[in-house]
């Protein structure tokens, strides 16, 4: 019986601060990430607010 290959990042990858913040950079910081819909935005000024990897944001 053949054993299956199987491959796994190092525990520090998911749980290291030094490897989660540049991930956070190159890849969440340079693309659109979905926040919420427009459609509970009725009004001319309506807003939501949510926190995102630490930081605040409105929409």
């Given at each position: 019986m053949t054993k299956p290959i199987r491959h796994a990042l190092a525990a520090e990858y998911y749980t290291e601060p030094?490897?989660?913040?540049?991930?956070q950079e190159r890849?969440?910081?340079?693309?659109?990430?979905?926040?919420?819909?427009?459609?509970p935005l009725e009004a001319p000024g309506d807003y939501f607010?949510?926190?995102?990897h630490g930081r605040q944001h409105r929409i």
């Open positions: 030094a490897a989660f913040v540049p991930e890849v969440f910081r340079q693309t659109w990430q979905y926040a919420g819909h427009v459609s607010a949510f926190d995102w």
